[in-house]
Nanobody, 126 residues
């Protein structure tokens, strides 16, 4: 069964930048990759999962949580079956495990995303 795999996490100093990638592994989706909205979520230690950003199937629509608006950018390369999350001006409160998800609806409702990755850890610390 197809899975999503995140990469690009690591340790970064406050004010720094990282780019996360989300690609597929182990098979293909039921529908073409551009059928699916792709979203990023994060979960900090001891906190609930939080929506970060989403991109529509063709990437023409994007949506961001207020906490990351202006600092993070979500993009996708449908030819490469990959989504990206460019993160800038990182702060300690951005420390979390970041997950990507794919689903048929461009939404911030987690229950409407059918496919999830296992996450990549981002730590912002000096």
């Amino acid at each position: 069964q197809v899975q999503l795999v995140e990469s690009g996490g690591g340790l970064v100093q406050p004010g720094g930048s990282l780019r996360l990638a989300c690609t597929t592994s182990g098979g293909t989706f039921e529908h073409p990759f551009n059928y699916y909205a792709l979203a990023w979520w994060r979960q900090a230690p001891g906190k609930d999962r939080e929506f970060v950003a989403a991109a529509s199937g063709n990437g023409g629509l994007t949506y961001y949580a207020d906490s990351v608006k202006g600092r993070f950018t979500v993009t996708r390369d449908n030819a490469e079956l990959t989504a990206y999350l460019e993160m800038g001006s990182l702060q300690p409160e951005d420390t979390a495990v970041y997950y990507c998800a794919a689903g048929p609806a461009f939404t911030r409702a987690p229950n409407l995303y059918n496919y999830w990755g296992k996450g990549t850890l981002v730590t912002v610390s000096s």
